[in-house]
């Protein structure tokens, strides 16, 4: 039985690190593997890991990102100090065999593995923005204080090369999602009896947290522009906001649909647990992002045979390829309208069967969990061949 340890660093209510980290969790063999997960503060997902079996554990982790105020950095120096003593103790007491850590920011479990002669591996959840100089230098430390190093996609990659040189620790691995979780039930309530829609409407479903990196100004902007040609097109708005300071952004969004005159084409539904249920009654995923790295609604989308239209940001050309759906350029509501109108003039449907056959080869839960653990098992042995050679040559 190996021990493992997860470190998630960021306390938020609606997290996709969360997310892609419980269907880890939940696919892991659990007679080969232990899981603990660390996280700094408790969350709703705490009962969600215990449930799968998982030992949470709730201590100090500092993460050195886009600084907030003038004392973040050394608040977070604080809290480093105070974690090398806390993972320590976690390391010892559990008998932690290999530690595996989210987000490139978050430091100090791998340092500690290092110390104690523990494997390390990180997966970067983030991509590169300016300036490059800073998220170069914090993918350093993940290279020096990692044995691996997880990218989602071929973008993230541009961290990790100095002087033209690329890291040769890292490894590209796909997150994947189960197919139970994807699995209807019938709904409560029909979506369009709800929203009072006939059944010859189209639905064009958005399922994002309330933020500005998630574009979602563009989809309405769009959706005023369609409107006219296109009054058949409804657009459904899924999440809400994680953060305090996204609160401004939401209501934003509120104004800007009643400027536009669009209360009866575009609805918020706010925070909703029947996601699935929801993609089982709509015809197309639109994500507008203007920043994203990998995101997993995509994957619940084409697992229930929706085509996308996305924003070409992050890993989605990674994710939308072929004839599964339509890529734009973010920040531009024209290109968005032009390619949501196209779409629905397409064999769309004949488009999601595709993205769901894509997903079926690539994206599902348990090709991620094998090629996660095959990447843990080839550390063991590295430090098992590592241990051989020590003792060897004494």
């Known amino acids: 039985m190996k021990n493992i340890l997860f470190v998630q660093p960021y306390a938020s209510q609606v997290g996709g690190v969360d997310t892609v980290l ?130 989602l996609c071929d973008r993230s990659k541009i961290m990790f090369r100095w002087f033209n040189k690329e890291s040769g620790k890292l490894v590209k691995i796909y997150n994947g999602i189960t197919k139970s979780v994807q699995e209807t039930r019938l709904p409560t309530e029909r979506l369009r009896d709800h929203l009072g829609l006939s059944a010859n409407d189209r639905i064009a479903i958005t399922i994002a947290r309330l933020s500005p990196m998630k574009g979602l100004e563009y989809l309405i902007e769009a959706a005023a522009k369609l409107k006219a040609d296109h009054p058949r097109i409804k657009f459904v708005i899924v999440g809400d906001v994680a953060f305090e300071h996204e609160k401004d952004y939401k209501e934003k969004l509120i104004n800007l649909i009643k400027q536009l005159d669009l209360e009866q084409c575009v609805f918020m539904l706010g925070l909703r647990r029947d996601v699935p249920e929801l993609l089982a009654q709509s015809d197309v995923l639109i994500l507008p992002s203007v920043y994203d790295i990998f995101p997993t609604v995509i994957l619940e989308a084409m ?92």
Do not use: W
């Open 22 to 151: 419980l269907q880890l969790v939940e696919g892991l063999d659990k007679s080969r593997y232990r899981s603990f997960v660390m996280l700094s503060a408790p969350t709703d997902y705490v009962a969600k890991y215990e449930s799968l079996g998982a030992t949470v554990l709730i201590g100090p982790l500092a993460v050195f990102g886009k600084p907030t105020d003038a004392g973040y950095y050394f608040r977070n120096l604080y809290v480093l100090v105070k974690s090398f003593k806390a993972i320590k103790q976690i390391v010892r007491k559990y008998r932690i065999d290999l530690i595996h850590s989210h987000k490139m920011e978050v430091i100090g479990a791998n340092v500690t593995g290092k110390l104690l002669g523990i494997p390390t591996v990180q997966t970067v959840h983030e991509l590169a923005r300016n300036p490059l100089v800073a998220y170069k230098f914090v993918a350093l430390l993940n290279h020096l204080f990692n044995d691996r190093v997880i990218v």
């Open 303 to 394: 697992s229930m045979g929706l085509p996308v239209v996305a924003t070409d940001v992050g890993g989605v050309p990674e994710m939308v390829r072929g004839n599964t759906g339509i890529m734009v350029s973010p920040c531009d509501s024209d290109k968005l309208k032009e390619a949501i109108g196209r779409i629905f003039e397409m064999d769309y449907q004949v488009m999601g069967v595709q993205a769901r056959n894509l997903y079926l080869q690539e994206f599902t839960q348990e090709r991620y969990v094998g090629k996660t653990t095959a990447l843990y098992e080839e550390m063991f042995r590295a430090k098992l061949t590592q241990l051989s050679e020590s003792r060897g040559g004494t």
